[in-house]
C-alpha cells in the first residue's frame, strides 16, 4: 500500500523567510495530494493541493510542487509570518478512492 | 460551505463504557465518510472508511466490532467505542467527501478519555 514519509518532522524559521516541507510517495497510482494545517486541538484544514497533470501551483504565500518522477512533493511558504505555526501535513490520495495516506508531520515555528 | 461538525467534542467515561461520536456534514452529501485516530504529537491513522448504505472498510489492526462505525445516511455517520479502555483515549476526527471532488473536509475531533 501507499506510503508516504515528510521531512523535516520540526521546522523553525525567523518571521520573514521561507519555510519547505518536503514529502515522498510509494506509490506511481496516487494522483492527489493535499496539504494541511492543524493548530493545537483543532481540525485539519486544507491550505492547497495539487493534482498530478500539474507540476506547480500557487495561492498567494503558499505553494506547492509535485515531481510524479521522483515521486515527492513539496509545500513552499514564503515571508512566514508568527500565525503560520502549527503543524502542516502531507497526503497522497488515488482518484476515486478518496482516501488518504497523511505523512507523520511537520511542527513549523515561526519566531517573531 | 463544505462544513462537517462532530459531537460531542469532548467525552469523559469510566472504562467498559461504550461511547458515541456523530459526524454529520451540513451543507452537503458525504457519498464516504472517514474515520481517523491522532495521538498527541502524532498524524492522523485512518481507522475506517464509511459509504452510505454498506459496511465500512476497516483499516488493518483496527479492530471492527470495538469500533463500530454506521453511515446510515449521506450526512451523518456515528463511531461507537464499545468497551472502552483507557488506552482507546485519544483525539478522534471525521472527515467527509462529497464523490464530486477529492478533498475531504474535517469536523472539529472528538477528545475522548477513559479513566
Known amino acids: 500500500g501507499e506510503n508516504v514519509e515528510q521531512h523535516p518532522s520540526t521546522l523553525s524559521v525567523q518571521e520573514g523567510d521561507s519555510a519547505v516541507i518536503k514529502c515522498t510517495y510509494s506509490?506511481?497510482?496516487?494522483?492527489?495530494f493535499p496539504w494541511y494545517k492543524q493548530e493545537l486541538g483543532k481540525r485539519p484544514q486544507l491550505i492547497i493541493d495539487i493534482r498530478s497533470n500539474v507540476g506547480e501551483k500557487k495561492d498567494q504565500r503558499i505553494a506547492v510542487t509535485l515531481n510524479k518522477t521522483a515521486k515527492h512533493f513539496s509545500l513552499h511558504i514564503t515571508e512566514t509570518q508568527p500565525e503560520d505555526s502549527a503543524v502542516y501535513f502531507c497526503a497522497a490520495s488515488t482518484s476515486g478512492t478518496y482516501k488518504y495516506i497523511f505523512g507523520t508531520g511537520t511542527r513549523l515555528k515561526v519566531l517573531a | 460551505g463544505a462544513v462537517v461538525s462532530q459531537h460531542p467534542s469532548w467525552v469523559i467515561c469510566k472504562s467498559g463504557t461504550s461511547v458515541k461520536i456523530e459526524c454529520r456534514s451540513l451543507d452537503f452529501q458525504a457519498t464516504t465518510m472517514f474515520w481517523y485516530r491522532q495521538f498527541p504529537k502524532q498524524s492522523l491513522m485512518l481507522m475506517a472508511t464509511s459509504n452510505e448504505g454498506s459496511k465500512a472498510t476497516y483499516e488493518q489492526g483496527v479492530e471492527k466490532d470495538k469500533f463500530l462505525i454506521n453511515h446510515a445516511s449521506l450526512t451523518l455517520s456515528t463511531l461507537t467505542v464499545t468497551s472502552a479502555h483507557p488506552e482507546d483515549s485519544s483525539f478522534y476526527i471525521c472527515?467527509?467527501?462529497?464523490?464530486?471532488?477529492?478533498?475531504?473536509?474535517f469536523g472539529p475531533g472528538t477528545r475522548l478519555l477513559v479513566l
Open positions: 506509490d506511481s497510482a496516487s494522483n492527489y
Open positions: 472527515s467527509a467527501a462529497s464523490g464530486r471532488e477529492e478533498t475531504q473536509y
